[in-house]
């Protein structure tokens, strides 16, 4: 448990950190790693085993991180979020 803790405070500092240089919306997808990077750490630091569920959340956690990082390349057009809103 304390492990755990340690663990996703570090992240949440490291998060902190991120934001300075790379922006709030872009860092705000890899907040999602912190499960993933808890579960490593405890396998690694406590010999616990990785059971297959929490193998297979892991690679669905990689997967959404990298189409919502890559979702323009994906779609195969670029957003426009820059449009005018009319106001009455």
């Given amino acids: 448990m304390l492990l755990g803790i340690l663990a996703s405070s570090i992240c949440f500092v490291l998060w902190n950190k991120v934001i300075l240089h790379i922006g709030a919306v872009k860092s ?30 892991g690679i669905l956690i990689i997967f959404g991180v990298y189409v ?8 195969g057009k670029k957003c426009n979020y820059n449009r005018k809103i009319i106001t009455i």
Avoid: D, Q, R, V
Avoid at 28 to 51: D, R, V, W
């Fill in 68 to 75: 919502s990082e890559n979702k323009n390349k994906i779609i």
């Fill in 28 to 57: 705000n997808n890899f907040i999602y790693l912190i499960p993933l990077i808890t579960m490593i750490t405890s396998a690694i630091m406590l010999k616990e085993i990785i059971k297959a569920i929490a193998g297979m959340g």
